[in-house]
């Protein structure tokens, strides 16, 4: 009938363009989205919201456990499973649901994975540890202790051209240090970043262009928090405020959290929003826009797409 030959053709075109769409992820919550490009591949490092997994964080971040997600064309994303969960790692205060935002970087051959999570013994706080692997999709083996001098969340790692390390993490204020060659251990005294406006606390995520370091965070201002960054010369700044990536949303997700890279000549703003849990902020998903850069070096602010 006409019905079945029209119902047909247009199932036949929808296999021919699969849409970019926001989220992302779509089977699961992710948040705190690291991207990074391995062998040409577009590799995403999530934090995973649980929703209800117990009865004490209903209200708050409950995260046990962390995939990772590949892709060949942003659209269509492959989950290899869990590479690290709170069981597993000797040093992590296994009832805690506290892997809070990740971090992977490539060295030579080995995949370095960061997390952060709360210790055991019932120390305040939470640490960092690092886990690592052969190949950007796991086994990640992790390490029994986290990294000394590490008080803090959300590791961010710089792998400098010159083969030097950086990270940088959130602790009372933002802070940064160089990493030891085995990336498992602070080569220098933390340097704490100052003279930025002030509200920002969380999500500092650091990349280079063009000799150009960039330093980038998510920044409180009245309701929810923006997107912003500032630039400098060298790994651990000093940097200067340039403004703003991407605004605060109109609506109900007190945080963002994003990685920006590139591939394939295009840059990418890797990001949050709860557009899956519209009532309860701390079940998000991961979205990707497009980012650009002025002929001076900054930053093009992103707007959102919406679908
Ligand atoms: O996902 C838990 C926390 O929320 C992250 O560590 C912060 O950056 C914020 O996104």
Redesign the pocket.
Known sequence: SLRNAILLLSLTMASFSVPAQNPVIRDQFS??PTARVFNDRMYLYP?H?IPGATEKLKEW?C?ADYHVFSSDNLCDWTDHGVIVSQERVPWVDAGSYTM??PECVRKGDRYYFYF?AAPKGGERGFKVGVAVSGSPEGPFMPMPKPIDGIDG??PCVLVDDDGASYIYW?GMGLRGARLADDMMALASEPVLFEGLPEGFK??PFVFKRDGKYYFTF?WVQDKTETLAYAMGDSPLGPFEFKGLIMDQWPDGCW???HSIVEWRGQWYLFY?HNDYSPDFDKNRSVRIDTLAFNDDGTIRKVTPTLR
């Open positions: 948040a705190d934090s919201d971040f995260m809070w935002a952060p969340i959300d959130a969380e999500g998510p945080t963002n959290h949050h």
